[in-house]
């Protein structure tokens, strides 16, 4: 016996030393040349073992996140944390870390180890991004902005039912109490109310215990054991047999989770068996209903999801309202003004969406949300098919590092949000920091918040969480902050400390929070009495319906006067008939098109099934992914069609987050419209953008001038409906959003969009249906294809890109010709109403060509486009597009002109000054009057505004067509010169008047290059003047340099304002050098004491090589234009750029 037991002892001796060689040559390996992240920077510990790790997590209790800052500190933004392991501190790399749609990023097995029991199960907890996608798609509408609405009612009711609680129990105890347990109670009604469809009622018994948040934190304290101890997970399983022996707190969780969420679970499923419709639908209801396979339907699967949904509803929610009302209560100012801001707005009656427009309220929710942090921890990602790639700076000195693929990567929330360059004096509560932002500093401070993290692993209950914490923070700042105080309490106690996966203060370990004294009565003179909800307020049914003021609320009547006028009938309850049933049927079919949507994205996720094969090495020769396949130009020979004119088109590489996984190349009419059903907005979103752009002109009965009406064959009000439009109207009512969202006003809040960066979707939506639809000759040589190149034209405008928009204008007026447009205009048809709508399209495309083609250098794509004689009068069109119609001949005359080299012929200017004579005086004195714009959306507005960029394309054409004669010397060209010189000034006053009145554009940005055209022809005739009256500089010359110096400051202050005005900013930066430029020779002078500035960018505003092209093209169509001057050296600014 006693041998035997040597040699097991002796086997499992070397067991343990096998063990250890292994762990010893791991470790070796791991800091090894041939470890694939050698040569990322950290601690060598670190990258050998996880013990180091380990120390600080489970010894120290969660202060590895601590060390990672100091790890930072030392060796620059990217440091190896462990031996798999990068984290990163640079907030522009957050979209490759936490990417969006399109890119797979998978959840590292390190983190997940980290949670137990049925949670392992659930969407939170899924590794692989496929798996991720079905589990989530099931239950995104469930968490929709929409859907959240709805519970809104039910939110404000909890929120005064705590305030009413804590004010009984003051009254009756007079003791304080812990603002974090009643928090927690509040939110843990809320979610369960919604996600179980009834409530735990921790708000209706009569003390705050017991509640979830100890247990709660009672199985974070356990995160770290787990993950480092995997076996330990085995007390979880059996934890349920000590249900009677624990403390009350834990015995409510594990009677939760172990007997009634099983309960809920079991219900869902008779019922959705029976095919019954729950009065309050549950998460478990939406999981069944979905397309889900069988396999994720199961009870503990079902059960881990619920119980998920407690853990992320519950306490970040509640601990960010806990630290708002310590901050709060701590700062006297900041509450005062919060609470002023509410009580002007009445806030207690207030939709949600209502209390998200006010800034003061939503600047105090973001600072709360950044020193709360959501989850602290770091978030690991993992890309398993990508190569990235980090450059950065470190102490002066660039670094790059290429980061292989299957790495683990990730950022933390308290190492984020305190980011001095972003926010500085980061440890203090200033909500002021989020006020007066301009557009690039707001995007960059919302870009780091991420307290919901980002991309397509965000979190899934944002919605509600905000929906939580605006209507109660509103209801506690005027119900209940007036009347209390800290008691032994203040911000220390609610600074971030340690990790417990949530954040944990330093005054305990054991998470006991703060407490709150309530005030006496009579402490309440010296504050502003609040306002209160008024209660079961008598209502009919078909008021409550209708949500309108009730005449029952006020009079003792029989018939209400909503229903005597309606001829509804006036009862208290809800019909059992009728229109009740009507609207339970109307129920059913969302509940049915629900799931079929659900169906359809279960489908496109499978995108591997999709892909086409070759048949032989004759077959088209695709490119290997679809990263390629964006990246090419619509006339590749991919697409079988040749480049125009054999204009080359830049090969400009998109970014990752620019680019879009599609799964087909060959053209397949349901996978395409699934496609672009997943890129439309939501509903919300869709809303917000066409209230706040000058794109609704395109949705009026008859628009002004050549804009046409998108007609209902586009899901453009309604994007819930989208599914029932065909695939090219859905890509129309894309594109009008993206032209929608290039014209939003630069002072338009876009973190209110469920958008990350909104030109990213922009680029998106334009590369999806240009390469998956247009590229289909069938589908763009419709007329609902010739209005989306006409869409795409427009939007490559305003993103200063004149090649890809006069490419898609020309392709818009061959399609047009192919449908028979032109011979809408043929003089026996010019009265037909039936083909308005033709000829409104065939002008739009030959006003796109002409304004490009003439910026090219090109001529025009059509000649005598609409007839030849082209001044009569459409009677179904107003007089804007009338005249755009003579217009364009006089744009196709200009350009037929310079391309033969005409531009200083005496008699072809002749001849084009009388064509534009002819037109200027064709229209009434009144016509040209300068129109008064005003910000609403009404018919007279759009006119206006069409009228004014008629004007401005009008005087652009006469400043080219005479430019050229600015330096001819001979008596026959003064009269072009002064021709040239006030179309100039009138075209620069009209911008300023544009500007001054503060409107919006309703389509192209022509505005500001007519602007730039009309500057820099005024500074060419400064030059001139300034050549031969150097001895004499006169008041006029000194007043044009003055316009032009309000022209540039105009520019530069709309550049400055958004990012998306770049053309803006570049304009203004260009003039300026050249002006510069002009006065080095030594001849114009300003007003006394006044020096000029280069107007240089205040902070990033991202500007790509065809934003700037555009500006060169500007140069040499003028240069053009002048001919073979020599004066055109004025305009070299290869030394101002």
Known sequence: MAIEGLLILSTVLRLIGVYFA????????????????????????????????????????????????RMHDVYGPVVRINPEELHFNDISFVDEIYAGKGRKRDKQVHFVESMAGPVLLSMFATLGHDLHRIRRSAVNKFFSKAQIAKLESKIKGLANELC????????????????????????????SSYCFGESFGFLQQ?????????????????????????????????????????????????????????????????????????????????????????????????????????????????????VLTVYLLNQPETLARLTKELQDADALNLSWFALEKLPYLSAVLNEGLRLSYGVSSRAPRIAPNENLLYRGEFQGREIEYVIPPGTPMGMSNAINHHNEDVFPD??????????????????????????????????????????????????????????TKLYETDVDDVKYDH?????????????????????????????????????????????????????????????????LRTGAQCILQAPETGEHASSTTLSDFDGRLERIEQMLRTLIDNQDSFKLHPKNENDLQQPSNWDEFLNQDLFSDHFGIPTPLGLSTPQEQCTKAHQVQLPLLKYNDETAKQILLELLPSQEDAMSITSHSGAWAMELPNPPGAVWKLGDSSPVRDVNAAAQFSTMGI????????????????????????????????????????TLVLAHEEMSCSPEGLECLLLLGMIHINEGDLKQAWMKFRRALDVARLQGFHKSCEPSVRQSQDLAFQRRLWLSSNMGDGFCSLILGFETGATQPFGPEYSWDDPFADENANFQRRLCMVSSQLSQRNVFGLQDNLEEAKSINAAIDGLQKSMLASWWQRPDLHEEQSLNCAQAYDRLLSHLWFFQLRILANIAFIFVPATEAQGYRDLCLEASKTTLYRYLGLRLAGTTRLHCRAAEIAAFIASLALILSLSRDSNYQVSNPSRALNSDVVLLEQIVDSLAALGRSSSREHLALKSAQLLTSLLRKLKMGGSISTHPGEKRKAVESTGPHPTTRRQVGLHMLLLASVKNALGNQPATHILDIDDTI
């Open 22 to 69: 292994y762990c010893t040559i791991r470790a070796l390996y791991n800091i090894s040349s041939f470890h694939p992240l050698s040569h990322i920077p950290g601690p060598r510990l670190a990258a050998a073992t996880w013990l180091y790790e380990g120390w600080f997590d489970l010894i120290l209790g969660g202060m590895y996140t601590n060390e990672i800052k």
């Open 164 to 191: 009413d609680k804590i004010i009984r129990l003051e009254t009756n105890t007079g003791k304080p109490f812990d603002v974090t347990e009643a928090y927690s109670c509040f939110t843990s009604d809320v979610i």
């Open 206 to 322: 009569e003390n705050w215990q017991p509640n979830f948040r100890k247990p709660l934190y009672g199985a974070l304290k356990a995160v770290y054991i787990f993950r480092f101890l995997p076996f330990s997970k085995i007390f979880v399983d059996i934890a349920p047999l000590f249900a009677d022996w624990v403390n009350e707190d834990m015995g409510v969780m594990l009677k939760e989770t172990n007997e009634k969420m099983p309960a809920r679970v079991r219900k869902a499923q008779k019922a959705h068996e029976a095919g019954v419709k729950e009065d309050s639908p549950s998460i478990f209801t939406a999981l069944l209903d979905s397309s889900l396979p069988e396999q994720e339907k199961t009870d503990l699967r079902l059960g881990g999801e619920g119980f998920s949904m407690i853990g992320a509803g519950t306490e970040t929610t509640a601990w960010t309202l806990s």
């Open 426 to 483: 980061s440890h203090a509560f200033k909500p002021e920091r989020w006020l007066d932002l301009e557009e690039d500093e707001r995007h960059r401070m919302e870009n780091s918040l991420t307290s919901f993290s980002k991309g397509s692993r965000q979190c899934l209950g944002k919605n509600l969480a905000y929906c939580n914490m605006y209507v109660g923070l509103a209801t506690l700042t005027l119900r209940l902050f007036p009347r």
């Open 499 to 563: 990790d417990l996966f949530a954040p944990a203060p330093k005054s305990t370990r054991s998470f006991s929070c703060t407490t709150i004294q309530a005030q006496r009565p009579n402490a309440m003179e010296n504050y502003p009495p609040s306002k209160r909800l008024r209660r079961n307020t008598k209502r009919c049914y078909e008021c409550k319906r209708r949500k309108v003021k009730c005449q029952l609320a006020s009079e003792d009547v029989a018939t209400c006067s909503e229903c």
């Open 731 to 770: 890509a129309k009512a894309i594109l009008f959003f993206a032209l929608s969202i290039q014209q939003l006003p630069p002072d338009f809040k876009t973190g209110q969009l469920q958008m990350d960066d909104v030109d990213d979707h922009v680029r998106r939506y334009t590369q999806v249906v240009g």
